[in-house]
């Protein structure tokens, strides 16, 4: 069984470009997760998806943040226009109901 | 306030002895779910043990062990008989309530096996 994929695994921009990250989670899983880690500190939550439908995005750091999933399947992410402080690690992570979260090997995002 | 603490930025153990890494959390829920993950230099995030908030005895799973003390709010993860393959970057993580919801993370341990 394939697990949860993301790309790209690394990108790097410039301030004020756009970037589209992709997480393609473990097929069946309704639950997906978004997060990010920014050098030297914790994994933090930005939103959770079921299904289609988003039941929590209160992590979002701003409006340059947006997320969607479009027939439930996979997601993207979407940084526009980037800033320096978006640079770090973003994890996507799926589950199914009542079980543990499968994390992705992360897209590492550089803004320059 | 910090959900969840790890206090040890990085730790160093000899290959075959046992290490303990630390972990505190911080919840008034009183149904939650602790979860430790490794992270190797190849960036995934690999699932190691759980342990629920109502379980009474500490969850275990091959080489790892998790020293689970509620009155504490502690949650260490014990790795016995340590491999070289073991070095790696280690979280700590809670989930509180419902089973779908977020998880908070700890800032993480890196350990570092010595052979």
């Known amino acids: 069984e394939a697990g949860v994929t993301q790309f790209p695994s690394h990108s790097v921009i410039e301030k004020g470009q756009t970037v589209t990250l992709r997480c393609d989670p473990i097929?069946?899983?309704?639950?997906l997760y978004w997060y990010r880690r920014v050098m030297g500190k914790e994994i933090k939550f930005l939103l959770h998806?079921?299904?289609?439908?988003?039941?929590?995005e209160s992590g979002m750091p701003n409006n340059r943040f947006l997320a969607e999933r479009t027939g439930g399947t996979y997601s993207t992410l979407k940084v526009q226009p980037a800033e320096l402080e978006d640079s770090g690690v973003y994890f996507c992570?799926?589950?199914?109901?009542?079980?543990?979260?499968?994390f992705g090997p992360g897209t590492r995002l550089t803004v320059l | 306030a910090q959900k969840i603490t790890q206090t040890q930025p990085g730790m160093f153990v000899q290959e075959k002895e046992a290490v303990t890494l630390d972990c505190t959390y911080d919840?008034?829920?009183?149904?939650?779910?602790l979860f430790w993950y490794k992270q190797p230099s190849s960036g995934e995030m690999i699932f190691l043990i759980y342990?629920?908030?109502?379980?009474?005895q500490n969850a275990t799973e091959g080489r790892y062990s998790l020293n689970f003390q509620k009155a504490r709010k502690s949650a260490n993860l014990v790795i016995s008989a340590s491999q070289l393959g073991d070095s790696a970057m280690y979280f700590c993580?809670?989930?509180?309530?419902?089973?779908?919801?977020?998880?908070?993370f700890g800032t993480g341990t890196s350990l570092t096996v010595i052979p």
């Open positions: 992570a799926s589950s199914l109901v009542g079980a543990e979260q499968f």
């Open positions: 097929s069946g899983h309704d639950n």
């Open positions: 998806f079921v299904k289609e439908s988003k039941q929590d």
């Open positions: 919840t008034s829920d009183p149904s939650y779910g």
């Open positions: 342990q629920g908030s109502y379980d009474q």
């Open positions: 993580a809670m989930r509180e309530g419902n089973t779908g919801n977020q998880f908070y």
